[in-house]
């Protein structure tokens, strides 16, 4: 087996397709055994209840190659059980999460070729998805529903790599008190995409999104959660029950902590204090740490200190640190690092 003949120094974060997909169906009440196929065209009923009444989940994490030559997944026991979070309040069948674990692991191994080789700055990236397959008219949960996990490489979220991004506050909301924005569900990004052409239309790169309800409390992107660093260095990310609970978000803190022993604080992150912030950042798997630069407020700017060149200096000490641990150059804490082969 020989990697692909692919430019990894220039992929952008998009699809394309990779050997070996896993599916597993489900129906009269249980999982099949899955298995990995070749096939990456799904066909279902045109009445399929994730099409009708956007029944579908998703997770997102990434494999990456270390330092040593090892493929390995970043703690994607969580995106297990986020994913099975996602199933309950979506009324759909949990897939198991040892199962879901080794599911990514096949898939990885069996697109090996297409995991991009260390130092490239590319990931594969893996979705593990699920949905409700068969015919839903009235509205109610389908009976039959798909495990799907495909793979595919990937460069930075963001064009530009760790160049700062500018982001505008946005007037549409992204998720309701009560709802559904803490679990991955499809339905949250469809309610973003007008949100997110209309930001790229107007030369922003990201929304921030408030609080629906009393629209004064920072709450998180389309695709990512928010860290601030205070200009006492302490590290500060927005407490809210209607944003995903980010894993690289708790990692990073988690590593603030213990690794570089910062102060961190998980609590409500007010509009009105942006300006106090030293440095802003965007985290999640595919954004990694983006850094923000500059808030839009209707016009009004909120500039951050460490400016539009590069990531602010304990924004890169978080960065460092985190990808050091997932490319194995430091000591991962204990079960964070799956090793694929
Ligand atoms: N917030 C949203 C809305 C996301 O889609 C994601 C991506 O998964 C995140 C945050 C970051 O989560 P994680 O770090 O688990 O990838
Ligand atoms: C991820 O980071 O895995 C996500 O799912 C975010 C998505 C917007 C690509």
Redesign the pocket.
Known sequence: MAKKNIDWENLSFGYIKTDKRYVSNYSDGKWDDGALIEDDMITMSECACVLQYAQTIFE??KAYTTEDGRIVLFRPD??AE?LANSARRMEMPVFPEDRFVDAVVQTVKANADYVPPYGTGATLYVRPYMFGINPVIGVKPADDFQFRVFTTPVGPYFKGGAKPITIKISDFDRAAPHGTGNI?AGL??AMSLHAIVTAHNEGFAENMYLDAQTRTKVE??????FLFITKDNKVVTPKSDS???????RSLMYVAKEYLGLEVEEREVYLEELCDFAECGL?????VISPVGKIVDHGKEICFPSGMEKMGPTTQKLYDTLTGIQMGRLEAPEGWIKVVE
């Open positions: 997102g994490l969580l995106n986020r991955k949250n990004y998180e992107t389309g695709g990512a959660n944003i995903l609970p980010s894993i690289t978000r985290c999640g798997t595919a954004a």
